[in-house]
Every structure is written in structure tokens, then in C-alpha cells.
């Protein structure tokens, strides 16, 4: 599996000492106030064991240091090959620092570059402004809004898709 560097990060593959990272990460209310409720730990180990095995998934630190920063992936729809869906998380002490910016811009470049895809679609909770910021600095174009579409712990959130095309920046 591939490592994708920049400037200032390191993009790497999941690997099993990551378990402590990700479980601290899904258990963190700051951190999934904005994606889902807190799994128990059984459920937020299955998810882990994807990411093991899962291609174009990686943990996000810097450059030089192996302290994860946040995690970052593309699923590359089986409908449409040509298409991918993102998420990233980043932990709470590495938000507005570029963190998430500059880890979008290179996977979404190794998407198009390397896994062949033509357009990457991200979904984010219209509450959730520094992801929007994050989206829309990296080119990404707003093409939906499903009101109320989206269930945290009984609170019912707009769901705005985003979408980026290769070569639209």
C-alpha cells in the first residue's frame, strides 16, 4: 500500500499499532460530535479491522514524528468505479493548524493520480464549519443539501454533499 507525503505530513497505510490511536480518536465526544455516535468498543474494532485491509486508508502524522494526527480515507464507490467518497477525522489539537487542508489536498491528488478516479464526494453536517472551510479552500462545490438527513443520538442534522472533479483545480 502506498505512503503519500507533503510537505509537512506523512501518509501511511493502517497498521495494528494504530488500535490505541483510533479507539481513543472514536471515543473522543469532541472529535464525533460531528460524525456518529460513540460505538462500543466491539463495533469500533470492526471498524478498525476494515481500515487494516481497506486500500486508499491512512493515518495522518507529521512529517518525522509517528504521533497519528488523524486519519483520512478515499472508498472508491462499486457502482461507479470513477468516483470516490472521503472522510477525515483530525484530533482536536491539530484542528485549524492546515492539518486537514493539507492531508484532502494529497489524497484527493492520489486519487485522481493514482486510483484513477475522476470525481471525490464528500458529505459533511452543515454544523460541522471547519470541515466545510476545509472542503470549500480544497475546491470542493456544494451540490446537495438533504435536510435533516443525517441522526446523531436522536438530533436530526443537514447533510450538505460536496464534490470535487479532476482537474477543477
Known amino acids: ?16 499499532s494504530d488500535w490505541p490511536f483510533f479507539h481513543a ?7 464525533m460530535r460531528y ?7 466491539k ?11 481497506t486500500p486508499h486508508t ?30 477525515y477525522t483530525v484530533i482536536p ?11 484532502l489536498r494529497a489524497v484527493c491528488d492520489y486519487g485522481f493520480r493514482e486510483a484513477g478516479i475522476r470525481a471525490v464526494n464528500a458529505y459533511v453536517l452543515a454544523d460541522n464549519r471547519g470541515s466545510v472551510r476545509v472542503l470549500e479552500k480544497a475546491g470542493f462545490v456544494r451540490t446537495q443539501i438533504l435536510e435533516k438527513a443525517y441522526d446523531i443520538n436522536g438530533v436530526h442534522y443537514d447533510d450538505w454533499v460536496y464534490r470535487l472533479e479532476r482537474g477543477a483545480v
Open 1 to 16: 500500500m502506498a505512503t503519500i507525503k507533503t510537505s509537512r505530513l506523512r501518509l501511511t497505510p493502517f497498521h495494528p
Open 25 to 31: 480518536l472514536r471515543k473522543n465526544p469532541l472529535v
Open 93 to 103: 489539537e491539530a484542528q485549524g493548524k492546515g492539518v486537514a487542508s493539507e492531508a
Open 43 to 53: 463495533e469500533i474494532r470492526r471498524l478498525f479491522a476494515l481500515r487494516l485491509v
Open 58 to 87: 491512512f493515518v495522518i502524522r507529521a512529517d518525522g514524528d509517528t504521533t497519528p494526527l488523524g486519519d483520512i480515507g478515499l472508498h472508491i464507490s462499486s457502482q461507479h468505479p470513477d468516483e470516490a467518497d472521503i472522510g
Open 35 to 41: 460524525m456518529a455516535a460513540i460505538l462500543p468498543e
